[in-house]
């Protein structure tokens, strides 16, 4: 299984809107409602901000929205804030209880 | 609270051996599945491999099938991974992970709860 697809960067200036997007197959992304986004700052470990496609775990701010069309999810993050600033990671259940990662994109806030 | 809390990661030869544990406090953790996922140095999560609720069943990332074998001790809560035949590019952080939302057959790839990783290094 190939790892998901995701641009390598993004930017956005403050209180602005940016979406990443994640491609994968009928296999994997376009064939479950299991996927999930992560947050990661330097040196910490990743946080779960959004699982099946676009729910949000208690404690994360509503700006962070994810959605799914095919086999491309998409995490928008809106009104972005200096913290924002993080590498952001999709993921998607594989099939035979596997999962698949996308490469990261790393958002900065300009 | 919840907190998961790996160790066992080090320096070891290529061909050689870690046992890296993971121990689970503030909840049970015989209610969830469990998985390891990993970063190399500078690059992306890959995920390596998850266990069941009661450890009868247990997946593995191709390119450590017949390498690793995870385990869980539901008495102690805590996980295991056992890496044998190790190499350079198992080279990373190994994380644990809690899936919050697995039933009784199916993970869900929602990790709602990570380790502060454990850095293991194959070099010689």
């Known amino acids: 299984q190939s790892a998901l697809t995701q641009p390598p960067s993004a930017s956005g200036s403050p209180r602005q809107s940016v979406t990443i997007s994640c491609t994968g197959t009928s296999s994997d992304v376009g064939g479950y409602h299991y996927v999930s986004w992560y947050q990661q700052h330097p040196g910490k470990a990743p946080k779960l901000i959004i699982y099946?496609?676009?729910k949000r775990p208690s404690g994360v701010p509503d700006r962070f929205s994810g959605s799914k069309s095919g086999n491309t999810a998409s995490l928008t993050v809106s009104g972005l804030q200096a913290e924002d600033e993080a590498d952001y990671f999709c993921?998607?259940?594989?099939?035979?209880?596997?999962?698949?990662f996308g490469g990261g994109t790393k958002l900065t806030v300009l | 609270e919840v907190q998961l809390v790996e160790s066992g990661g080090g320096l070891v030869q290529p061909g050689g051996s870690l046992r890296l544990s993971c121990a689970a406090s503030?909840?049970?953790?015989?209610?969830?599945?469990m998985s390891w996922v990993r970063q190399a140095p500078g690059k992306g999560l890959q995920w390596v491999a998850s266990i069941k609720q009661d450890g009868s069943d247990k997946y593995y990332v191709d390119s450590v099938k017949g390498r690793f074998t995870l385990s869980r001790d539901n008495t102690k809560n805590s996980l295991y991974l056992q890496m044998n035949s190790l190499r350079g590019e198992d080279t990373a952080v190994y994380y644990c992970a809690r899936d919050k939302w697995g039933d009784r057959f199916t993970i869900s790839g929602g990790l709602d709860y990570w380790g502060q990783g454990t850095q293991v290094t194959v070099s010689s």
């Open positions: 993921s998607s259940y594989g099939g035979s209880n596997s999962l698949i």
């Open positions: 099946e496609v676009y």
């Open positions: 503030g909840f049970t953790s015989s209610d969830f599945w």
